[in-house]
Nanobody, 114 residues
Framework: QVQLMESGGGLVQPGGSLRLSCAAS????????MGWYRQAPGNQRELLAR???????NYADSVKGRFTISRDNAKKTVWLQMGGLKPEDTAVYYC????????WGQGTQVTVSP
């Protein structure tokens, strides 16, 4: 059973920045395209960004130019650098494989508010 542990969330003012981390327990981490997702109350979970094993990235239009996904395969960790945060970015943020394949972690809460 792969475990995912997200961290780094918090309360931030509009326009602020946060860096989220996700550590995975899978020894196969380096083979998978990883993604960051978020789920706001009343909404479905959405894929925001993904990164291939080799570092290729793409982003949802809602975060393009503001968020950056990165990874370290040796550390089995994926990050999401978030900037220019808006109140509508408030959500619980999760990581998982692109599909997703693994059980969801607890996520990390991001709240953007004055």
């Amino acid at each position: 059973q792969v475990q995912l542990m997200e961290s780094g969330g918090g309360l931030v003012q509009p326009g602020g920045s946060l860096r989220l981390s996700c550590a995975a327990s899978s020894s196969s981490f380096s083979f998978y395209t990883m993604g960051w997702y978020r789920q706001a109350p009343g909404n479905q979970r959405e894929l925001l960004a993904r990164i291939t094993p080799g570092g290729g990235t793409n982003y949802a239009d809602s975060v393009k130019g503001r968020f950056t996904i990165s990874r370290d395969n040796a550390k089995k960790t994926v990050w999401l650098q978030m900037g220019g945060l808006k109140p509508e970015d408030t959500a619980v943020y999760y990581c998982n494989t692109q599909s997703p394949l693994w059980s969801w972690g607890q996520g990390t809460q991001v709240t953007v508010s004055p």
